[in-house]
């Protein structure tokens, strides 16, 4: 057995943590006393990726004393609940109760990440590690969760940490913008982010006041990502926020600042991307500064190292209303439906009202707005200025209403796949056409029945897709 080459060895350990599905952590102890070989291959199938919570760093720390290990750690995953048991549900908590649970819920978070931050101090840049911080909100595993918004106390005070590459946050809770930032502030070496951001309260029914200035807030503290982390090359963003405005209301608000036009938001991301490699942002509300300034901004456009973009925009827009067309009538349709009444007169009185509601769907789709159209625009005059753009791809999300069904653009160069979106043309093309097609490049919509490129819409992508690019249209 000792006979093996470590790769076979590798194999084997790797079938025998499949073999026990039932178990977490699989015993794989026993293999590690067949020989030194074998323990050397079993510590690194073992200590690749670590998960603790916040009661085990002390634990953690003394089992990565020596360098052997370390060289061996990949992903560190810190699971955070927490250390006092909540029994009363929160609607039944006093405010009293509420402020000190509060307070307790800092204390654990700030103790928690600082007591890992200094065992992950000393670690060389060379360690290459992936650190995966979830916050709870709700229980699990017998383990309480923070029921509030913690926040880090004093992030100036953390220990700087090299050896992190990359830095994935999860907050099921709650977290504000500033603690996750703070705490990237304190990784100099970090090159990739993805962040859940709660952009709203839960259920998307924040007051709008509030809204505006977490927005505002948000692309004030994303600047300090240029500063605190230049080596930062891969951003992956997702938003929690609604798809439709508060209450019952088909009026979508603005979520800029009462009688100011710029989306600060919106412009702190797109600079943040011009030093990106990759960028990836999910179900973002969004106006066209994204892409493009305005007339009065003297900022400079280029990607000059952007190969991957890709954008879920929600339907609703930054400056307030729809990028679609129809999409409060399917909408008010649902409502219709979900509330018809038991009795019998009642839901003949409602069907009615049902039928109207699909014949005037029919007769008015979904359909983009006009402020879709000059959003399409600005894309396009973007992808010009990354010259060595390899994909692009911006959609909005219609699952809400149309299930499976998005309006989008995705942008393929020569030699570059995506799946699931070639997937949509299967039916289309025949596979000498795709073939044939991988070596040019490709340009696919997805979008209502007759639907087509403007005519200067089609002129600026023709430029960027050369005389022998390739154009496919998928209709819903």
């Known amino acids: 057995m000792d006979d093996l080459r470590p790769i076979l060895i590798s194999k084997i350990i790797d079938y025998a943590a499949e073999d026990r599905p039932n178990y977490s952590k699989p015993r794989l102890s026993p293999y590690a006393t067949i020989s030194k070989k074998w323990q050397q291959v079993v510590e690194a199938n073992s200590f690749s990726c670590i ?7 002390t634990t953690f ?25 909540t029994r009363k549900c929160w609607s039944e908590v006093a405010i009293s109760e509420r402020a000190e649970e509060s307070r307790r819920n800092d204390e654990t978070l700030t103790t928690s990440t600082r007591a890992l931050f200094q065992s992950l101090e000393g670690w060389r840049a060379e360690e290459r590690v992936d ?38 946050f999860r907050n099921h809770a709650i977290t504000p913008t500033q603690t996750v930032i703070g705490l990237a502030s304190r990784l100099p070496g970090l ?17 709008d006041v509030v809204r505006v200035q977490n927005r505002v807030d948000l692309a004030a503290q994303l600047i300090m990502l240029q500063k605190h ?76 190292t952007l190969e991957r973009y890709k954008i879920g925009i929600n339907p609703m827009a930054a400056e307030g209303g729809w990028w679609l067309d129809g999409l409060t009538r399917f909408r008010a349709r649902e409502r219709v439906r979900n509330n018809t009444p038991r009795n019998d007169e009642g839901k003949t009185k409602l069907v009615v009202i049902y039928d109207r509601e699909v ?34 791809s911006a959609f909005v999300d219609l699952d809400h209403w149309v299930e499976d069904q998005r309006f989008g653009v995705w ?66």
């Open 131 to 168: 650190l995966y911080i979830i916050i709870h909100a709700h229980g699990d595993h017998g383990m309480s969760p923070l029921r509030t918004e913690p926040k880090f106390l004093e992030p100036e005070t953390l220990a700087r940490v090299e050896c992190v590459k990359k830095f994935v």
């Open 229 to 304: 982390n230049p080596l930062l090359k891969k951003l992956e963003l997702s938003f929690t926020a609604s798809k439709t405005p508060p209450g019952h209301d088909d009026v979508v608000p603005s979520i800029l600042l009462p009688f100011d036009q710029r989306d600060y938001l919106s412009q702190s991301l797109r600079n943040l991307s011009q030093g990106m490699q990759e960028v990836s942002l999910e179900n973002m509300i969004i106006s066209s500064q994204l892409f493009w300034p305005m007339e009065d901004e003297t900022t400079e456009l280029h990607w000059p």
């Open 359 to 392: 014949e005037e769907a029919e007769r008015y789709p979904i359909w983009p707005t006009e402020e879709l159209d000059d959003l399409l625009l600005v894309m396009v005059k973007a992808v010009a200025k990354m010259p060595v753009l390899k994909s692009f």
């Open 411 to 476: 942008y393929l160069q020569t030699g570059e796949r995506i799946g699931s979106v070639e997937a949509l043309f299967d039916d289309e093309d025949d596979d000498n056409d795709a073939e044939n097609n991988l070596g040019k490049k490709r340009l696919y919509w997805s979008g209502p029945k007759e639907w087509c490129m403007s005519g200067e819409l089609s002129q600026a992508w023709n430029k960027i897709l050369g005389e022998d690019g390739v154009v496919r249209y998928h209709e819903w």
């Open 51 to 57: 998960r603790i919570t916040n009661d085990e760093i």
């Open 61 to 85: 720390a003394t089992c990565f004393e020596n360098e052997p290990r370390r060289r061996m750690l990949r992903q560190i995953f810190l699971r955070i609940y927490s250390t006092s048991e």
């Open 191 to 207: 090159q990739h982010i993805d962040w859940l951001i709660f952009s709203e309260r839960t259920g998307g029914r924040s007051d």
